[in-house]
């Protein structure tokens, strides 16, 4: 039986990766930085590693609390 706060901490930890994930989504489809420099390959290529570690850890958390789901 799992402690019912646990599961709210993984759902609000959940929440906040899922937040993460959209904004960095958000910057990856965009050309240029908040300043309008034309983005480089080198700050893409890092967006992309930090999007793909969010997405290993939402994963591992829908595979310990499968309760936990996205509530938007």
Do not use: I
């Not at 240029?32 to 893409?44: A, D, H, I, N």
């Not at 829908?62 to 996205?70: I, N, T």
Request: net charge negative.
């Amino acid at each position: 039986m799992r402690d019912e706060s646990d599961v709210a901490q993984a759902q609000v930890f959940y929440d906040l990766l899922s937040a993460e994930a959209a904004t960095l989504s958000t910057a990856l489809e965009a050309d240029l930085t908040r300043r309008g420099v034309p983005r480089s390959s080198t700050e893409s290529h890092l967006l992309r590693r930090e999007l793909r570690e969010v997405q290993r850890c939402l994963e591992q958390l829908r595979d310990r609390y499968p309760e936990v789901r996205d509530r938007r």
